[in-house]
Nanobody
Framework: QVQLVESGGGSVQAGGSLRLSCAAS????????MGWFRQVPGKEREGVAV???????YYTDSVKGRFTISQDNAKNTVYLQMNSLKPEDTAMYYC?????????????????WGQGTQVTVSS
């Protein structure tokens, strides 16, 4: 059974930083892409950043230059470093696995999901 566990969320002031972690287990090998999504009540889940097995990365326009997705393949862990946080970044952040590679795609294409970690950015 594939399990994804997020951590690192919290409450910060605008301009602050957080690093989210996603620990994956249950894989026999790495497949497809992993990514970070976020969602606020009443809106669709939005792709934030995606990373391929080889380390290629893709970002939604609103976070380019501020967020960085990375991975430690030996630890089977994916990270999202979030800098210069803005109130509009406030959301529940989800780790996802087994999605398509090459771009940011909608959440429906991903197979596995974590339970989410809340990020709240105050003014």
């Amino acid at each position: 059974q594939v399990q994804l566990v997020e951590s690192g969320g919290g409450s910060v002031q605008a301009g602050g930083s957080l690093r989210l972690s996603c620990a994956a287990s249950g894989y026999t090998y790495r497949r497809n892409c992993m990514g970070w999504f976020r969602q606020v009540p009443g809106k669709e889940r939005e792709g934030v950043a995606v990373i391929s097995t080889g380390g290629h990365t893709y970002y939604t326009d609103s976070v380019k230059g501020r967020f960085t997705i990375s991975q430690d393949n030996a630890k089977n862990t994916v990270y999202l470093q979030m800098n210069s946080l803005k109130p509009e970044d406030t959301a529940m952040y989800y780790c996802a696995a087994d999605g398509p590679c090459g771009s940011i795609y909608s959440a429906e294409w991903y197979t596995y999901w974590g339970q989410g970690t809340q990020v709240t950015v105050s003014s």
